[in-house]
């Protein structure tokens, strides 16, 4: 499947229920994180990692500095106004020079941010970017710093960490554990889920 079609055919209300409800615990220990596994409620991680190239401008569309975006990118800019397929305001409460749009087929994940169920990061990068697509890439899988080299992820160190060799993935699924910590799909198993000495 494409992903063009993928993500037409992706329902946001469905995502519990494509990946089962389970609760993902995938952040880095610190108060909050601990706090929030304490907490009674059912809430998922979803990172959809697209490879290839998302046009972030597109998605999250600068409303102070539409003009300069349009006159840049004229042939493809989303309409502002006087259009069916125009970009959909997000957040009027937000500063004038955060205010952003939103793609006019990202109307789902507007009712999720209204609902208080998503947000938005933008400008995401390193320290030191050289602008290599792949090498950013292998950072933020890594969770390291610029100058890292790890041969693991993130999401599989904290998996190891968390749930000791004892438990993951040796004798999984358990009693316990019946479901999945993470699910991947796709063709093969990206560096972030990558475990210190194997994947």
């Known amino acids: 499947m494409k992903r063009r079609d993928f993500i ?6 469905s995502v519990p229920f494509a990946i089962g409800g389970i609760p993902l615990k995938l952040m880095a220990e610190n108060p909050l994180t601990r706090m929030a596994q304490q907490s ?3 809430r998922v991680l979803v990172i959809l990692q697209m490879h290839g190239g998302n046009d972030g401008l597109n998605c999250l569309i600068p409303v102070q ?44 994940m507007k009712e999720m941010y209204d609902q208080g169920r998503m947000g938005f990061i933008q400008g995401v990068s390193y320290k030191n970017n050289n602008g290599s697509h792949f090498r950013g890439r292998d950072i933020s899988f890594m969770g390291g710093s610029f100058d890292d080299y ?17 438990v993951y993935p040796n004798e ?13 799909m796709g063709s ?7 475990q210190q000495g194997n994947i």
């Open 40 to 42: 009674n409620n059912d």
């Open 65 to 108: 500095a539409y003009d300069e975006y349009y006159s840049r990118r004229a042939n493809i800019a989303i309409p502002a106004k006087n259009s069916l397929r125009k970009m959909i305001p997000l957040d009027s409460t937000l500063a004038a020079d955060a205010q952003v749009g939103l793609h006019p087929d990202m109307r789902g």
């Open 188 to 194: 093969d198993v990206s560096l972030i889920f990558h």
């Open 150 to 166: 790890f041969s693991s992820g993130w999401v599989g160190r904290f998996l190891q960490q968390e749930f000791s060799p004892k």
């Open 8 to 13: 037409k055919r992706l329902s946001w209300a």
């Open 172 to 184: 999984f699924p358990n009693e316990d554990m019946k479901d999945p910590l993470a699910i991947e």
